[in-house]
């Protein structure tokens, strides 16, 4: 399983950013795969890595972190298995390496089931005053 994550940038205080997450390698010979949550974090210079928006998708809760809430908007398309990340009004506290994680379950054709979460390599988003 592979997430590809696209979309950073440098940007302007108060512009937008839109980030993309594409999980491939999901194919798994008499075994079903399904995606339990997709979801973005950051990780700030200096600071520890953080929760900013996560989505567990088919109905289930959405979350965000207090600092993006009314700006930030998790947005998945199931027929890609991408996630988007919508940023807008942006702030220079946003500045981070913005990494995407999937949550997944493989079960094969015993019922065996095996849960993982996988990461993107990391997209760095600059915001400039």
């Known amino acids: 399983v592979q997430l590809v994550e696209s979309g950073g940038g440098l940007v302007q205080a108060g512009d937008s950013l839109r980030l993309s997450c594409t999980l491939s390698?999901?194919?798994?010979?008499?075994?079903?795969?399904?995606?339990?949550?997709m979801g973005w974090e950051r990780q700030a210079p200096g600071k520890q890595r953080e929760l900013v928006a996560g989505?567990?998708?088919?109905?289930?809760?959405?979350n965000y972190a207090d600092s993006v809430k009314g700006r930030f908007t998790i947005v998945r398309d199931y027929a890609k298995n991408t996630a988007y990340l919508q940023m807008n009004s942006l702030k220079l506290e946003d500045t981070a390496v913005y990494y995407c994680?999937?949550?997944?379950?493989?079960?094969?054709?015993?019922?065996?089931?095996?849960?993982?979460?996988?990461w993107g390599q990391g997209t760095q988003v600059t915001v400039s005053s």
């Open positions: 989505s567990s998708g088919g109905g289930g809760p959405t």
């Open positions: 994680y999937a949550d997944y379950t493989i079960r094969d054709s015993i019922g065996a089931t095996m849960g993982a979460r996988s």
């Open positions: 390698g999901s194919t798994y010979s008499g075994s079903t795969f399904s995606i339990n949550s």
